[in-house]
């Protein structure tokens, strides 16, 4: 199962732009972009996810859309902690296929706290 439709980050154009206007957070295994939407609207929009993983981590597909998987799983999991109105690109460095799901999660979470995404916590461990 993946993320919700309006979580998904679609767009080449919308992935460019967090590329080179959003600030970058890195931990050992993964590099997280995070972008502040900007609208004139009333309502803000929730956030949105997109995720990265190149061939240079690994030639074949099924190992990374294995990596995808994992990384939306995480990401299910601290949605409902997460502010709206932010757009984030999670890219996977290279040597990550033999990284498990524990780590991610440990990773992910330590990279949304420092870029102050989930509610309530500044540098601090949820989990």
Excluded: D
Excluded at 6 to 21: E, G, M, W
Excluded at 56 to 85: E, H, Y
């Amino acid at each position: 199962m993946g993320l919700p439709k309006q979580n998904r980050l679609r767009h080449p154009k919308a992935f460019q732009t967090v590329y080179n206007r959003g600030k970058r957070y890195q931990s050992p295994h993964l590099v997280m972009r995070v972008l502040l939407q900007t609208n004139q609207q009333q309502a803000t929009p929730p956030t949105q996810f997109g995720i990265s993983v190149s061939q240079k981590v690994s030639k074949k597909a099924v190992i990374r859309n294995r990596l995808k998987r994992q990384i939306k799983g995480v990401i299910r999991l601290f949605l409902p902690m997460i502010m709206p109105g932010y757009q984030v690109v999670i890219v996977v460095k290279r040597n990550t296929t033999e990284c498990k799901y524990e780590h991610f999660l440990r990773e992910l979470e330590e990279l949304l706290i420092k870029a102050e995404i989930i509610y309530g916590y500044k540098r601090e461990h949820i989990l």
